[in-house]
């Protein structure tokens, strides 16, 4: 099985930055893409951004793009997301995916993920 384990979240200002990172487990790292997806209350759980096995594919919500990046280091079996320019409306629970199998090369759908962090909270204040 996989394990995976995020961090970096907090509390942060409109306008601020946050990194995230997963640290993921439990199987050749290098060989999956990786997912970030978000959950606001009262809200359906969202892709948010994803990236592929090599690190050199990315895809974005078009409400993070430009501001948000995402990044692997495959060595250190850790997926990143660099966010910046927060705002309020990104505040919610942030996880961490892994698909269940090796295609599509960047999957944008829930379903396409077997593997979830145990999420990490993002609050941004106006």
């Known amino acids: 099985q996989v394990q995976l384990v995020e961090s970096g979240g907090g509390l942060v200002q409109a306008g601020g930055s946050l990194r995230l990172s997963c640290a993921a487990s439990g199987r050749t790292f290098s060989r999956y893409a990786m997912g970030w997806f978000r959950q606001a209350p009262g809200k359906e759980r969202e892709f948010v951004a994803v990236i592929n096995w090599s690190g050199r594919s990315t895809a974005y919500a078009d409400s993070v793009k430009g501001r948000f990046t995402i990044s692997r280091d495959n060595a250190k079996n850790t997926v990143y997301l660099q966010m910046t320019s927060l705002k309020p409306e990104d505040t919610a629970v942030y996880y961490c995916?892994?698909?269940?199998?090796?295609?599509?090369?960047?999957?944008?759908?829930?379903?396409?993920?077997?593997?979830w962090g145990q999420g990490t909270q993002v609050t941004v204040s106006s």
């Open positions: 995916a892994a698909p269940s199998t090796g295609r599509p090369l960047l999957p944008l759908r829930i379903y396409e993920y077997g593997y």
